[in-house]
């Protein structure tokens, strides 16, 4: 089976998690210092790849609109924890490239509200006959 037939990888919050998963993991091998790298740039990374993760997951439950938007709250969560992550390194002036910092906090501020926009439309519109 081809994986271009997986639907989950048309929806833009998967599509935003995807790249944001490869900066940040090329972030925390790049940008930090060595210490970091295996404290708070694991669990940066860690947290990050769960939000993609979960999204696919509850695309694979989406039959079920309970599963689906529980999924997708952890997806959501995980987003909220890696903006927390990126807050410390760049307080602690462990992240000290500015112009990263921001667009990174930028495009996770923006991938928390889609996913939370997402959320909402299963919760108002998901058909439970439809699969």
């Known amino acids: ?37 295996y404290e708070k740039g694991s669990q940066i990374r860690r947290s990050m790849k769960s939000v993609k993760a979960n999204i696919v997951e509850g695309y694979g439950r989406r039959r079920h609109k309970s599963e689906y938007i529980r999924f997708l709250g952890f997806s959501y969560a995980s987003v909220l924890e890696t903006i927390d992550h990126l807050e410390t390194l760049y307080e602690t002036k462990s992240l000290r490239d500015d112009a990263l910092y921001h667009a990174l906090h930028e495009r996770l501020t923006l991938l928390s509200k889609s996913i939370y926009k997402f959320t909402r439309g299963v919760e108002l519109h998901h058909n439970e006959e439809r699969a």
């Open 1 to 37: 089976m081809s994986t271009e037939s997986f639907g989950y990888k048309k929806l833009r919050i998967w599509e935003q998690a995807r790249e944001l998963v490869s900066d940040v993991h090329h972030m925390t091998l790049s940008k930090l210092p060595k210490f970091e790298m």
